[in-house]
């Protein structure tokens, strides 16, 4: 019974702790680093109200340490799919009719439940199992996730309160109804923010989720659905499973429940998705929502006008923080050829003061790139640059997997500026530069907007107004999310929403208003208070 307006005002973004020597925070992540390596644990699917656990145990390491073992995940089957799909539908009525404000309140109270007691363990499990540095972990696992669960929650309650208007004589209501089905929630490795984000935002509309994170996310995302428990989420309302990606495809796509999905990952993986969800729509019930956010080529332009700091610092951060390992990660930068031997000098003295290594050295800036799969397709680009006459690399380029995945920040010039890594995108703390006439400004976006397949993000170093103005206008479809003299990552929840289109997907703008209509089946009532009893109307009459 719905008894009031409830209230869910805008929230304010969760403030980021600094870490610094000597805070209460510091000393909480490391006791919990400490303690998480010494607990290996055994992280079960969560299914309905069952722990589902297997005998295929996969052991999960730091990508900083390969040789030490975190704990193990059980790898599911196809049966374990269908399983997820059941617990899902089981779960589905009575989750559709809790009241929005009990509903609601179970995210806000995983916000808060991240926000004090499991912030150390939420930070320290990304740190551990994807390979974040204190800092990024901080921004990621902990502001990040908990300003998308307290938005979304405002931002749902907003578009709950957008009606249609009523004239004389009738009343006309919206009814924002969940999706019929189930929804497949697919999340990437390098945001554990995203992790949570993905189920959460379907299942906070009323739908039920399985939910398949990366398997060198588990560590993190089993934090996640242990805290979603624990603030009262019903058994079945999210279901995560570890099963091979082409496994979930062929349960969850050939499903006639199937009512949409919602994916983060390579553009590869997310057009194999969409090819086989078309060729399935006469099974569905209804056309599935296909939501996905895909790869990035991110650029830095700067014009003559650049000061050189900021585009240095914009480098530095928008390249290698979290070893680019960011869909945002700044990986091609054109450098006006009145500033680029100072730029080239002060890029490469900055980044031979980061330091690599392991996360619990909190002195280190670069950790390692996440598996050995990943590390073996950087270190090809980087030989294939030392192959190649029109490239070279001016900082970086060693690779070691001795001890972990560690590839030193690098950065290439190239004299082609469609050469293969200006093009690609690598994933890894590779930046390519390319070095341009001064004077061939508005030639040189014309380039920025042609290179590459993706358009999710991008910055303009430029102190002249015309020049920016000019960037913005030529670069309108480039990019989703573009900046102003800043990097082009570090996105925040509610300031800067994010995603992109062409290659990088549908841009539906995560932790935004636009997003969650996609999780919602409107439904439109028209009640009449004194219906017609007569077909004929006033024309039709003679005098
Ligand atoms: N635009 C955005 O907001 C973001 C994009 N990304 C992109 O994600 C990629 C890096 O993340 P990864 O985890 O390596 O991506 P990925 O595409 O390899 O994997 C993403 C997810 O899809 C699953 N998967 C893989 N193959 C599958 C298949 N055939 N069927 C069903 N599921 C399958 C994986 O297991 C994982 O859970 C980069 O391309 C990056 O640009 C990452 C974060 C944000
Ligand atoms: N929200 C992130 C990007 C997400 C990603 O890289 O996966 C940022 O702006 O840095």
């Keep these: 019974m719905k008894i009031g307006n409830f209230s869910y005002p805008l929230p304010a973004n969760e403030p980021v702790l600094s870490y610094a020597p000597g805070t209460k925070e510091r000393d909480d992540l490391k ?23 297997t005998d295929d145990k996969i052991e999960i390491r730091p990508p900083h340490e390969k040789k030490f073992v975190l704990g193990t995940y059980n790898q599911g ?16 009525e009575k989750w559709a009719a809790l009241s929005w404000g009990n509903r609601a309140n179970i995210f806000l109270k995983a916000a808060d439940l991240i926000a004090t007691k499991y912030r150390a363990e939420m930070c320290a499990t990304t740190m551990l199992g994807q390979s974040k540095n204190a800092f990024q972990a901080e921004i990621d696992a902990a502001c990040e996730l908990i300003d998308f669960l307290r938005f979304n929650v405002h931002f749902l309650n907003e578009i709950y309160s957008q009606q249609p208007v009523s004239s004389a004589g009738i009343h006309n209501r919206m009814e924002y109804r969940p999706l019929e089905g189930f929804v497949l929630a697919v999340t990437p490795f390098n945001f554990t923010a995203i992790g949570g984000n993905l189920p959460t ?46 496994v979930l495809g062929d349960v969850c796509f050939n499903h006639p429940d199937f009512a949409g999905i919602h994916f983060t990952g390579s553009t590869g993986v997310f057009n194999t998705m969409w090819k086989h969800i078309g060729e399935n729509t006469k099974i ?46 700044a990986s091609r930068a054109y450098i006006p050829s009145n500033i680029a031997a100072e730029v080239k000098k002060k890029l490469v003295a900055e980044i031979k003061t980061m330091k690599m290594g392991t996360v619990e050295d909190f002195s280190n800036f670069i950790n390692a790139v996440i598996d050995e799969k990943s590390f073996d397709k950087i270190e090809e680009y980087i030989k294939q640059v030392k192959r190649d006459k029109e490239a070279k690399i001016i900082v970086g380029g060693k690779c070691d997997k001795s001890n972990g995945y560690f590839i030193e920040p690098t950065v290439i010039e190239v004299t082609n500026p469609k050469y293969v890594t200006m093009c690609n995108e690598i994933f890894g703390p590779v930046l390519t530069i390319y070095i341009y006439d001064e ?44 900046y102003i003299n800043d990097k082009p ?3 925040v929840v509610g300031q800067q ?40 109307y006033a024309f039709l009459k003679e005098k």
């Design 31 to 53: 006791k919990a680093l400490k303690s998480l390596k010494g607990k290996k644990i055994d992280v079960p699917m969560y299914i309905g109200s069952e722990e589902i656990r």
């Design 77 to 92: 089957t196809a049966a374990d799919v269908k399983k997820a799909i059941n617990a899902a539908l089981k779960a589905k």
């Design 201 to 246: 935002s379907a299942a906070m509309c009323g739908n039920v989720v399985v939910w398949k994170c990366a398997n060198t996310q588990v560590f993190s995302a089993q934090m996640f659905m242990r805290i979603l428990k624990e603030a009262g989420l019903p058994d079945g309302v999210v279901n995560l499973i570890f099963v091979d990606g082409p």
């Design 284 to 329: 569905y019930k209804s056309y599935p929502r296909i939501v996905g956010e895909t790869g990035g080529k991110d650029f830095v332009v700067a014009h003559k006008s650049a000061d050189v700091d900021v585009l240095v610092t914009a480098l530095c951060r928008g390249a290698f923080e979290y070893q680019g390992q960011k869909c945002s990660a």
């Design 439 to 482: 004077n061939k400004f508005e030639e040189t976006l014309k380039l920025v907007d042609t290179t590459s397949p993706y358009a999710l993000t991008g910055s303009i170093i430029a102190q002249d107004r015309n020049a920016v103005e000019l960037a913005t206008q030529k670069l309108k479809n480039s990019a989703g999310n573009f």
């Design 489 to 491: 990552t570090g996105a």
């Design 497 to 536: 929403p994010f995603g992109g289109a062409r290659g990088s997907g549908t841009n539906d703008k995560a932790g935004s208003i636009i997003n969650l209509y996609r999780w919602l089946s409107a439904r439109t009532i028209k009640e009449t208070f004194i219906p017609a009893t007569d077909y004929r």
